[in-house]
């Protein structure tokens, strides 16, 4: 079946440091891709998403970069600060039919910033 | 606007019990999921409404029942609860959006309601 799936499980930095999340795809139908933030005790709260034919987009202190040809998606936070300790999730959505209104979700990657 | 709020927080259920975990949403969205984190996992979904009255399975449907009645509401039945169904349960609802998922209609999630069976 199609799987959103992360390299690294945990990632620890220091603080000022920046942090790259990386998320595997196997989907290659996807056409859009969302990166959430999930602080304990809290549902997923929205970063940055990037289409399929973008290959690169900027938000305050992060960056999403997709590269196709791998299927393979990351997260750049710079400057990474305590607040942005959290368990990081990539999601993925399908093109047609009833996977155009779904997401498939990443099993999350924890961040955890030293100060 | 509240966002999305589910009821309740926690709960403790005993096997073969049911119960309801509720979800609304006052911001008018016609989409609406629901779905389970496991620990150290990712979400799963379980069921999911593009519009009042209209009800779809997700990826781990069975064990659970929703309905759609109106726009604002989405509650999630399970009928006899196993201890497979502890895990923290999100709902989540969006804007309907003609063209296509953009970052001004993403998904916009709840809380939680971390259930225990036992």
């Known amino acids: 079946g199609e799987s959103v799936g992360l390299h690294l499980p945990t990632l620890s930095v220091q603080e000022g440091d920046n942090s790259i999340i990386n998320c595997a795809y196997s989907?290659?139908?996807?056409?859009?891709f969302i990166w959430y933030k999930q602080e304990s005790g809290k549902g997923p709260q929205f970063i940055i998403d990037?289409?399929?034919?973008?290959d690169k987009r900027q938000g305050q202190r992060v960056t999403v970069l997709l590269n196709k040809t791998v299927k393979h998606l990351s997260l750049q936070i710079a400057a990474t600060q305590p607040g942005d300790s959290a368990v990081y999730f990539c999601?993925?959505?399908?093109?047609?039919?009833?996977?155009?209104?779904?997401?498939?979700f990443g099993k999350g990657t924890l961040l955890t910033v030293n100060p | 606007n509240a966002g999305v709020t589910q009821t309740p927080k926690f709960r403790i259920l005993k096997i073969g019990q049911s119960m309801t975990l509720q979800c609304t949403q006052d911001m008018n969205h016609n989409y609406m999921y629901w779905y389970r984190q496991d620990p150290g996992m990712g979400l799963k979904l379980i069921y999911y409404s593009v519009g009042a009255g209209i009800t779809d399975k997700g990826e781990v449907p069975n064990g659970y029942n929703v309905s759609r009645s109106t726009t604002e509401d989405f509650p999630l039945r399970l009928e006899l609860a196993a201890p497979s169904q502890t895990s923290v349960y999100f709902c989540a609802s969006r804007p309907r959006d003609l063209t296509a998922w953009a970052s001004n209609s993403p998904l916009h999630f709840g809380n939680g309601t971390r259930l225990t069976v036992t």
């Open positions: 990037i289409r399929s034919n973008m």
């Open positions: 989907n290659s139908a996807s056409d859009y």
């Open positions: 999601a993925e959505k399908g093109d047609s039919g009833g996977s155009n209104y779904k997401l498939t």
